[in-house]
Every structure is written in C-alpha cells, then in structure tokens.
C-alpha cells in the first residue's frame, strides 16, 4: 500500500525551530501512542493508560500537550536538536524534518532484515528568519503560536478520519508494529529523518547507507 503524507510549512527564527517541530509531531504521536500492552495465555490482552502533560513554549506564543514518557520525548528532544542545530549552521536556512511511521514485514529469505514498510509521514519543512527589532520578535512570536495552532486542529482532523493503522497483532508480532522498548509507553514504529539545502547530497548517501543497514545483515 502506498503511505499517505501530510506537510507543514513554517516560516520561524531559529531559536523557534526545536519548539515549532516538537508542537507538532508531539501532537501527531499523542494519537500513534498507546500504553503497554499485557497478554493473557488465551490471546487476549489488556492496555495500559498513556500519561499526558502540557508542555508551555518559551519562544512560541503556544501550549501543547505531549505524552508524559521522558524516554519518548528524550528521543524526539535529541533528533530534533539535531535537525535545529544543522539548519542553523545551513547557510541559505531552509530544511525539512519527517516522522514517518512503519511496519515491518518479514523477509522471503532468511538471511534478511524485515522489510520496513512506511503508511504514514509527516513533514515539516523550516524557513528561518532573522528579525532585528523587538517587537518584530514579539510578533513572529504571536503568529507562530497562532499557524501552529491552526495546524494542531488540522492534525485532529485527520486523526479523527479513523484512516489506515496496522492492525493489533498477535504477541509474537507485536514488535512489527509497535516499539516495545520503552518501559511506560508503545508508540507505532516511528522512525525521523531530516536534510537541509547544505546537506542535501549528504543525505541522499546516508539514506541509502541506512536502506542497506535495515535490508542486509551486515
């Protein structure tokens, strides 16, 4: 099946950007996330309640809500400082950051890794802006909350279509469908990547080193 994907687009400065893109894809997998999960002997199972907080911006006229699993959001923290940190040092300051959701399916041939197959994406892409006056930072601040806000709704919507998710699986399959390595939460199989107009060739080479590592057994 062919993955669906939805981008956002924002124009922010660059002590925004770890919040802009944390606002968003926390929001996206306040909906992909589930407890954890219990089996019984006879197959049937029972799931854990998820915890929540809100998080309040310092940069952003905006509070969000994100699930309260420091493991989780440590994970997001670190991919999206990553992504930040590169677009700052980007010299025509422009990139796109994605979450993309997975399953896996094993392989036809033992020797190989299950086949990761995407079904949902969500992208981001930055522009940054270099605003000189305060109140022009003031008010970058306001309309930032105010389109991140509007997108927030959007997301909602579309989590309220009750389109496509990989179906409860069995124990034993739990694992291609589900990240079962955190101790508090079970988020869908998530992956994030990230490429600026400076490390666009970059990568590409990364990317294709990466299909490697997760087809082959090296």
Not at 15 to 44: N, Y
Not at 59 to 87: P, Q
Not at 88 to 93: E, I, L, P, T
Request: proline share 4%; charged share 25%; net charge negative.
């Amino acid at each position: 099946m062919n993955s669906r994907s939805q981008t956002f687009e924002l124009r922010v400065e660059g002590c925004q950007i770890d919040e802009a893109v944390a606002c968003l894809f926390h929001t996206v997998l306040l909906h992909r996330t589930l407890g954890k999960f219990t089996f019984q002997r006879d197959g049937s199972y029972s799931v854990g309640t998820v915890g929540y907080e809100d998080v309040d911006c310092n940069f952003i006229d905006i509070t969000y809500v994100c699930c309260s699993s420091v493991s989780l959001n440590n994970v997001l923290k670190t991919e999206i400082s990553k992504f930040s940190n590169s677009l700052r040092r980007d010299s025509h300051g422009s990139g796109q950051i994605s979450l993309e959701f997975f399953r896996k399916r094993k392989s036809h041939w033992p020797l190989f890794s299950p086949e990761c197959i995407p079904w949902e994406v969500w992208n981001v892409r930055i522009e940054l802006l270099k605003l000189c006056s305060r109140s022009d930072h003031q008010l970058r601040k306001e309309t930032v909350g105010e389109e991140i806000g509007e997108k927030i709704i959007h997301i909602a919507e579309i989590m309220n279509r009750h389109e496509y998710t990989p179906r409860i699986p069995q124990q034993s399959e739990l694992e291609f469908i589900f990240d079962t390595s955190y101790p508090d939460v079970q988020p869908y199989l998530f992956k994030l990547g990230y490429g600026n107009s400076d490390t666009s060739s970059s990568s590409m080479g990364y990317a294709f080193s990466r299909l490697l590592r997760e087809t082959l057994p090296f």
